[in-house]
């Protein structure tokens, strides 16, 4: 086996994975979340159409996109495969179950996991395939795709489920990245106290940002 | 003091265990281990089987004492072990739950007695220093900062005891390993073969079975030496540039 292999299938190896691929999709994260925010011009979805025409013909954008998809198949089976391999290599639970020493979020990465691959997957369809293959009409010589989001968001059900899937991102994150930097080795008691918060900041923020908009626009619609 | 004891008992690791409640008569003053050694006088008295659970010092530095009570391993104090655990602690009439250790690379001996050598299989495997000491060396003659040795005596009072495996939700030996990895390798001595021991040991930590670590602090919380997890980074980060930079395979 050569050394990449064998580091890659070793525990901590693993883990590097999931901890660089998890913060790339942080910086990927605040990026959508931005170009999310113009929902919010009252331009009548011209800024956010603009925005999407450019991400979805860029060809540097296009790499990344499926770099992107790349990195999350790989986040997600390596995830699954640690989960696996932590839940046999615990066998039987204990008859008194203890949570006190550990957090909500700690524990259940692997379902929040889930949720956001079940809400990603959903949300590549109502959006990333329709701007890319369905006919959504124009509006200024470019495709209208924010009036699809505003349908979407004038659903109640649709706005809940979306804001319930930020909250999970949120939590998701809440553990991820400072754990990311713990495995990494990136420790130092310098800055593990502004790694730590800046997690928590970063967790709150974009949970917030991604969630505020379908709310606003439910409400203005 | 009356006790009621839901305790686990299993004849080997083939076997089905269950539980099994007895009551005990002890006094405050007994530790955890002694409660037990009652339990088990009145089982041979009444010619049952008695409990099997290991023990040795039982001054907190052997990390024989393996058991989960109440959920925590070496019970619900901190910074303590199993034999350092008084019956002062409890309330007359009160349950206590004692399970083995659990986990899939420490088999079940018997009852709560479980099988931890894979730790010494791991220590085996670069938790060591192989070069000739020689004669008596002065002291001084080597010199090491005062902060790295406090970190590397902090690591070192790691006892093997197994709480950090038997608290992981994944059933990890990140902490033991990174304790054992860190004592030696943050020392003059050590660090000739730093990767040496960084790869070999995370490699035979991989083939026991044991899990991934997943960053949650449990192992930490229930050391009853207080390992600190700093120690896991440490570790992550040798294991990395030894991968990655290091001649050595």
Redesign the interface.
Known sequence: MS?LS??FT???????IMSLTGLFFVLFLLVHLLGNLQLLHADGGKAFNHYADFMAHNGFIQGMSWIMKFLFGLHAIVGLI?WR??A???????????TD???FA??N?IWLGILILVFLILHMGDFWFQMHYGDLGEMDGVKDLAKLVAIKFSSPIYVGWYVFSMIVLGIHLW?GF??AF??????HPKYDGFVAALGKILSVVIALGFAIIPIIMYLNH | MKLNLKIWRQKNNNAKGHFETHVVEANEHMSFLEMLDVLNQNLLEDGKEPVAYEHDCREGICGACSMVIDGHPHGPNERTTTCQLHMRFYKDGQTITVEPFRAKAFPIIKDLAVDRSSFDRIIQSGGFISVNTGGPRDANDILIDKDTVELAMDAAACIGCGACVAACPNGAAMLFTAAKVSHLNLLPQGKLEKDKRALGMVRQMDKEGFGNCTNLGACEAECPKGISLINIAMMNKNYLSASILSDKD
């Open positions: 050394w064998k580091l070793s525990s901590i190896g693993r883990k590097v640690l391999q932590n046999s290599a615990k066998g039987q639970k204990y008859a008194v179950k203890v020493n550990t957090s700690g524990r990465m553990h400072e754990s713990q495995t990494l080795g990136a420790r």
